[in-house]
């Protein structure tokens, strides 16, 4: 999958279609076209639908897996959103949807202001300066990426417990809450990852064929 870029190509228009999906205004494609800021509509459309995708995973992760917890923990299935951000795009998008993702993961989880914007916003700039200078897309490097991933969420946990409790024993803390935490994170992980694909294919099968 190639890294997004913006062509330099006349956009397309009448009945011409990247991948075979068009918008039509008029009788005019704008599937691809630059605006006057140099951002394509497909562009737009495409991480609007990854902000959406994005909100509805968060309230299902506050609502449904915070009652169906796996090792008796919720999982944290936006860091591993930051992470599928960066990995199908760029670091850029990773960071910020992580930043996003991060502030609104405090604040409607109840967190207030939390180091979680932080966390979120290195795991997908990270993730996305992998994937975008040195490596291949790959299920093995995922797989490698999402254990950084849940290890980073594992130690911003750390850091909270050791801000918030009175007494840290660790003894206490890592098998009852810091492993919880890790494996539930690392066996719903799949989740995001699926559930951004299919944006990353269609619009990415455009962007490829933009710069073809």
């Given at each position: 999958m190639k890294q997004l870029r913006n062509s330099g190509k006349k956009?397309?228009?009448?009945?011409?279609?990247?991948?075979?999906?068009?918008?039509?205004?008029?009788?005019?494609?704008?599937?691809g076209e630059k605006l006057d800021s140099g951002v394509t509509v497909s562009e737009i459309v495409k991480y609007t639908?990854?902000?959406?995708?994005?909100?509805?995973?968060?309230?299902?992760?506050?609502?449904?897996?915070?009652?169906?917890?796996?090792?008796?923990?919720?999982?944290?299935?936006?860091?591993?959103?930051?992470?599928?951000?960066?990995?199908?795009e760029n670091e850029k998008a990773g960071a910020?949807?992580?930043?996003?993702?991060?502030?609104?993961?405090?604040?409607?989880?109840?967190?207030?202001?939390?180091?979680?914007?932080?966390?979120?916003?290195l795991v997908g700039y990270f993730c996305g300066v992998v994937t975008a200078d040195y490596?291949?897309?790959?299920?093995?490097?995922f797989i490698i990426l999402d254990l950084s991933a849940c290890a980073v969420r594992m130690l911003t946990t750390l850091i909270s417990v050791a801000f918030t409790w009175t007494t840290v024993?660790?003894?206490?803390?890592?098998?009852?809450?810091?492993?919880?935490e890790f494996f539930s994170?690392?066996?719903?992980?799949?989740?995001?990852a699926l559930l951004f694909l299919p944006v990353c294919k269609i619009f990415g099968d455009l962007d490829d064929e933009k710069n073809d």
């Open positions: 956009p397309r228009t009448g009945r011409e279609r990247f991948g075979g999906i068009g918008i039509h205004l008029g009788k005019k494609t704008v599937v639908l990854y902000a959406v995708l994005g909100l509805a995973l968060l309230i299902f992760e506050t609502s449904f897996f915070s009652r169906i917890r796996a090792f008796d923990s919720t999982p944290d299935v936006m860091i591993i959103a930051a992470l599928s951000i960066g990995f199908y910020i949807f992580g930043a996003s993702f991060g502030f609104l993961s405090g604040i409607i989880g109840g967190m207030g202001i939390s180091i979680l914007p932080l966390a979120y916003m490596y291949r897309r790959s299920i093995p490097l024993d660790i003894t206490v803390v890592f098998p009852q809450v810091l492993l919880p994170t690392l066996i719903t992980s799949p989740v995001p």
